[in-house]
């Protein structure tokens, strides 16, 4: 998965929650412009991230970490 698909899972769960980008970025302990460049593509998640969305989504922990893996998550994205 890219890191623009799992931006947009993120957006979609957000958005299927009718939840703001600052709400979810409070949940995540992060700021609303992080939320915006993790939809956008243009910020991994890290694996804290994942946590969070799991917990905040009622998700597997397990298998969003699974679906995650391919884009790289939590590795720095070249500037």
């Known amino acids: 998965m890219l890191l623009e ?18 709400e979810l970025a409070e949940m995540m302990l992060r700021s609303p412009a992080e939320v915006a460049a993790i939809e956008e593509g243009q910020q991994p998640l890290v694996e804290a991230d994942l946590r969070a969305l799991a917990r905040i989504f009622g998700l597997n922990e397990a298998r969003l970490m699974q679906l995650a893996r391919p884009a790289n998550i939590g590795t720095k994205v070249a500037a």
């Open 5 to 22: 698909d799992c931006g947009a899972v993120v957006s979609a769960l957000r958005s299927h929650a009718f939840m703001t980008q600052a």
